[in-house]
């Protein structure tokens, strides 16, 4: 009954972390809402297969990535069918970037592929280590980093300088 106590004590403690990781990838409050419930409720549902010395940060955040780029591929399939039924006018893509303006760093961040940013976003925005980060992406410690390091260089030519970036 403990270790259920501590399980559920902790998903709270990260219940902010785990909203606002949410809320940049969907770009959406409603969204990300969802994510964060169909999250918890897989985390309770798999607590079983969490081991105590496992990191809940780690673990929960792996699991609402995962969910996020799975509903993002169910979208993408959704919107494939549409389009060869040619019901154009349903556009799943609420967000169009089509800015030039480049004044503000959340419209570089979007510029960024998808890996880069979301490495950023856990180093820099989430305060992770590269391992914790790393292993939630799925990836070596080593493509994290150069993950990082070509999304900050990116970011920075973009912006014209390390300066204005950080």
């Known amino acids: ?97 089509a800015s030039d303006e480049l004044s503000d760093l959340n419209n570089m961040l979007w510029k960024l592929p998808d890996a880069q940013r979301e490495a950023l976003m856990l180093v820099g925005a989430q305060g992770m280590s590269y391992e914790e980060a790393a292993a939630i992406c799925g990836v070596t410690v080593g493509t994290l980093r150069s993950r990082v390091f070509r999304g900050r260089r990116f970011l920075c030519e973009l912006s014209g300088g390390w300066e204005s970036v950080f």
């Not at 998903?11 to 969802?34: C, K, N, Y």
């Open 1 to 97: 009954m403990e270790r259920q106590g501590s399980f559920r004590h902790g998903i709270v403690a990260l219940l902010p972390e785990l909203r606002a990781f949410a809320r940049f990838l969907t770009r959406d409050a409603s969204r990300a809402d969802d994510l964060v419930q169909e999250a918890l409720v897989r985390a309770f549902a798999s607590r079983g297969q969490f081991a105590a010395d496992t990191n809940l940060k780690a673990w929960l955040f792996t699991i609402l990535r995962n969910l996020f780029y799975e509903q993002a591929r169910r979208r993408k399939r959704e919107r494939e069918i549409l389009d060869e039924y040619g019901d154009q006018a349903l556009s799943l893509n609420a967000h169009d970037d």
